[in-house]
């Protein structure tokens, strides 16, 4: 069977579960996030398949069914499972992606490590993606690959397939040539990205750092420049851009250069939190926390998402207002990195032992400043969580978007609220109501706490009124068609 649509992507679309002796196929917990912005296009093709990897024993016969078919909330689609036994996936995903490509992608160079990479086998894997992909893929299809542990792939299907459409897009940020050139596989990468028809990114300063770096190191590319797109046209802030480019031109061929930020599913979300259920959640949660200012800040157990910096903030606040002892209390939910994930564990271990430190010294028998979770919650519980707050304080050294920030906006619907947003995080090009803070400045990360727990409650109305239209307005569907749109135009 042949595809119009081929979406590469390392994880599968679904959640497998043993249920009593029996494999079955269940829908991500949260219907946010890459997995399901990314299925929402089956529902917009007649024939598309996603390809993913399935860890197999090595030097065995694969014991799993290569392709399945799965039918959920977004249609009837097939799923080619690419066997990788685990000495594969541990080189490609926890080594090479983690310690090599993810501190320079963050612009983390200092945690830069190429001492355990194996790039042949990295390399290996781009392939077996790539004839997969080639596998499924009518004449003349759109292969749709996802994300920078893929960087490989495009010229592999260029090689093994000229006539396909080629998409490419980014969910993390993409650094500066002077980070970005650290890497010895340079040349590859940007060779292997420049065979595609279509680059995608979220914000501008992504997208032109990586035409900046293709020009540096191919000197014959020429660009077509434009005017910032109207939601992006933050200026005066960290990622501020004042042209965009939307196309390069390189050996007789046009890439696309796609940027647009992914929106969330606002209307999903208000039906979760004003639900019956969802009201009486929320009010649980209130009650159970017993804050009078509650702080909530979500994201996972990473160098890059800032849980330390915010952590110290928070002890600092405690130490500089001793009149909200008592009364504010955190909601931290960072979630534990996976099995493998050896460069995550000195992070998580760090993060406890602040937690414990401002416990054990603000606590009393009564009130426990800070709440911790690294056990990732359902959705319902995540978006109620978000109603429930005051504040959500989001604040990332680095961040490709930060889908989570909208999410809260979307719970809040138009309530009193105070959305704190690292500067560094894409959606900070969005918007522009949050309160903007630096996350390297101890000053700033002070100062835009105290402006959001004194913030006067007609301003925080009017900042969230403000967020709701426009998340309401660039949602998932709108990101969808913007994309379909690019595809048909390719």
């Known amino acids: 069977m042949s595809f119009e649509l081929v979406v590469v992507y390392h994880r599968q679309p679904y959640e497998e579960v043993i249920e009593n002796g029996k494999v079955e196929f269940r829908e991500p917990r949260s219907p946010n996030g890459i997995i399901p912005a990314i299925k ?24 799993f069914e290569r392709r ?21 996936i541990h080189q490609f995903y926890h080594v090479t992606s983690k310690e090599s490509l993810w501190p320079v992608i963050n612009s983390f160079p200092w945690l830069y490590s190429s001492e355990n990479t194996n790039w042949l086998m990295f390399r290996e894997v781009n392939k077996r993606f790539a004839q997969a992909a080639c596998e499924q893929a009518a ?52 060779e292997s990205l420049l065979a595609c028809d ?43 851009e004042p042209k965009v480019t939307t196309a390069l031109h390189y050996k007789g061929r046009k890439i696309v250069i796609d940027t647009w930020p992914i929106g969330t599913s ?16 929320t009010a649980k949660i209130r009650a159970d926390l017993n804050a009078e200012i509650l702080i909530t800040s979500v994201s996972r157990v990473d160098y890059a998402k800032g849980g330390r910096q915010q952590l110290e903030a928070f002890e600092r606040l405690l130490k500089r207002r001793p009149e909200l002892i008592g009364r504010v209390k955190l909601l931290l939910v960072t979630v534990a990195a996976a099995e493998g994930m050896e460069v995550y564990r000195a992070e998580q271990t760090k993060i406890e ?58 719970a809040k619907q138009g309530e009193d609220g105070v959305l704190i947003l690292s500067e560094f995080s ?32 007609e301003e925080k109305r009017s900042r969230m ?25 390719l």
């Open 465 to 489: 009124r403000n967020l709701l239209e426009h998340v309401n307005k660039y949602d998932i569907k709108y990101w969808t068609q913007h994309v379909l749109d690019k595809f048909k135009s």
């Open 40 to 63: 929402g296009f089956f529902s917009q093709v007649d024939k598309a398949v996603w390809v993913a990897w399935k860890k197999s024993p090595a030097g065995k016969p694969v014991a």
């Open 353 to 410: 032992q602040l937690v414990g430190r401002i416990n054990g010294h603000f606590g009393t028998l009564n009130w426990t400043p800070i709440h911790l979770s690294t056990t990732p919650l359902a959705f319902e519980e995540v978006v109620c969580a978000y109603r429930a707050s005051d504040i959500a304080w989001i604040t990332p050294l680095r961040d490709g978007l930060n889908l989570v920030a909208k999410e809260f906006i979307a």
């Open 266 to 281: 606002p209307d999903l979300i208000k039906e979760t939190v004003e639900s019956p259920e969802g009201l009486a959640r």
């Open 68 to 88: 399945i078919t799965v039918d959920d909330s977004f249609g009837n689609y097939d799923v080619v499972r690419l066997p990788l036994d685990a000495p594969h």
């Open 198 to 240: 279509m680059v995608g990114f979220h914000i501008p300063r992504f997208s032109q750092n990586f035409c900046n770096i293709a020009q540096g190191l191919r000197c014959e590319i020429t660009r077509e420049d434009s005017d910032i797109p109207e939601p992006m046209r933050t200026m005066n802030s960290a990622l501020s």
């Open 139 to 190: 004449q003349g299809a759109v292969v749709w690959i996802h994300d920078y542990n893929l960087w490989l792939v495009p010229k592999f299907i260029r090689d093994m397939r000229p006539d396909l459409k080629i998409a490419f897009f980014h969910h993390t940020s993409f650094p500066a040539a002077d980070i970005f050139n650290i890497l010895p596989w340079r040349d590859e990468i940007v």
């Open 426 to 457: 894409g959606a900070a090009m969005e918007l522009k109501d949050a309160v903007l803070v630096n996350p390297f400045s101890l000053n700033s990360l002070d100062a835009t706490l105290d402006q959001a727990i004194d913030m006067p409650l």
